[in-house]
Nanobody
Framework: QVQLVESGGGLVQAGGSLSLSCTAS????????MGWYRQSPGKQRELVAV???????NYADSVKGRFTISRDNVKNIVYLQMNSLKPEDTALYYC???????????????WGPGTQVTVSS
């Protein structure tokens, strides 16, 4: 069984910074892609940033230059450093990971429960 647990959300003023982290634990052989998504009330869940095991990264246009994604492949942790936060960044942020539990088994998609980020104006 695999679990993803996020931490680091909270309330911050516009222009401030927050750092999120997400740890994958359980029966893990290899964690491939890791990423962050977010969802605001009334909106669809959207990609924020993803990072491949080899450290290739992709960002949503709305966060480029402000957010930085990184990972620790030994500890199976993904981080999201968020700077210059805007009120429109307010959302529930979800961690996502593609995880293989064995060398021959399939890769499965896992989600964390989410952590709230609120940016006040």
């Amino acid at each position: 069984q695999v679990q993803l647990v996020e931490s680091g959300g909270g309330l911050v003023q516009a222009g401030g910074s927050l750092s999120l982290s997400c740890t994958a634990s359980g029966s893990i052989f290899r964690v491939n892609v890791m990423g962050w998504y977010r969802q605001s009330p009334g909106k669809q869940r959207e990609l924020v940033a993803v990072i491949m095991r080899g450290a290739n990264k992709n960002y949503a246009d709305s966060v480029k230059g402000r957010f930085t994604i990184s990972r620790d492949n030994v500890k199976n942790i993904v981080y999201l450093q968020m700077n210059s936060l805007k009120p429109e960044d307010t959302a529930l942020y979800y961690c996502n990971a593609g995880i293989k539990y064995s060398s021959s088994g399939p890769e499965s998609d896992y989600w964390g429960p989410g952590t709230q980020v609120t940016v006040s104006s």
